[in-house]
């Protein structure tokens, strides 16, 4: 048995109710900008499309509790993000408000200099040459000695919304040898990827997660060099753009 209930949405009436509003500023945190485009306030929502700026020298993986603020001062309502794209923020809108000021707030970015995103390992000695910092080590629970798995701890500290970034560790699948030839890790018959993750540990101070990654049981030269394409680096700084 099924239950079928008739739904008209009016779509006329949501674009009488909505409108487009050219921001074209930029929020700045670390040193680096990212641009808020424009908002479409309807009564469906209100989607703000940013981008990064081409000079930031850091590699940003998202923006850390973004929020609208409606209104002014301590008594400003505020509106959580429902859906955070990379270049689209949608916030739960009720139109009810339609003169308010509208003001674009976050506490930081997840974000790692785009200079740093190299790791250097000697697998052989297990011994970590060159890191974006010092939060990273091998994990004795497993050994590429033993089974061709490099497993890598990465503690990640805890924002001031008390959320755990959820972007980790995760490396490029193509690496490089001591002597300049290049490998590709390992696909396990059992996942669709070359890694996997453990259970995460999580204490007042934030979160570590083991990742394990296939590097294959070839001894090769030594050290070899990984291109990290995702790494937790949480950056709390507060900026706001106004919207309306």
Do not use: C, W
């Not at 590097?215 to 060099?225: D, F, I, S």
């Amino acid at each position: 048995t099924s239950l079928s209930i008739p739904f008209t949405l009016e779509t006329d009436q949501i674009q009488e109710n909505s409108r487009t509003i050219i921001v074209n500023r930029n929020l700045k945190i670390a040193g680096q900008q990212i641009v808020v485009q424009q908002a479409y306030i309807a009564p469906t929502g209100i989607y703000v499309d940013i981008t990064y700026h081409k000079e930031n020298t850091m590699k940003i993986n998202r923006l850390i509790s973004p929020k609208i603020l409606l209104g002014k001062g301590k008594g400003a309502e505020v509106l959580s993000v429902s859906e955070s794209g990379t270049r689209t923020l949608i916030f739960y809108n009720d139109n009810m408000d339609k003169e308010s000021r509208l003001t674009l707030e976050v506490d930081g970015i997840d974000a790692l200099e785009k200079s740093k995103r190299e790791l250097v390992i000697d697998t052989e000695t297990r011994t970590i040459i060159n890191a974006p910092d010092n939060r990273l080590s091998i994990s004795d629970q497993k050994t590429v000695e033993k089974d061709g798995v490099l497993a890598l701890t990465l503690f990640t500290p805890k924002v001031k919304s008390g959320k755990i970034s959820s972007y980790g560790l995760l490396l490029d699948d193509n690496f490089v040898d001591g002597s300049g030839s290049g490998h590709f890790m390992v696909r396990s018959p059992d996942h669709f990827t070359y890694s996997t993750v453990s259970d995460p540990q999580q204490d007042d101070k934030g979160s570590t997660l083991t990742y394990f990654f296939n590097v294959g049981n070839e001894k090769l030269p030594q050290p070899l060099t990984f291109y990290i394409t995702s790494y937790s680096n949480p950056i709390q700084e507060t900026d706001r753009v106004r919207i309306r």
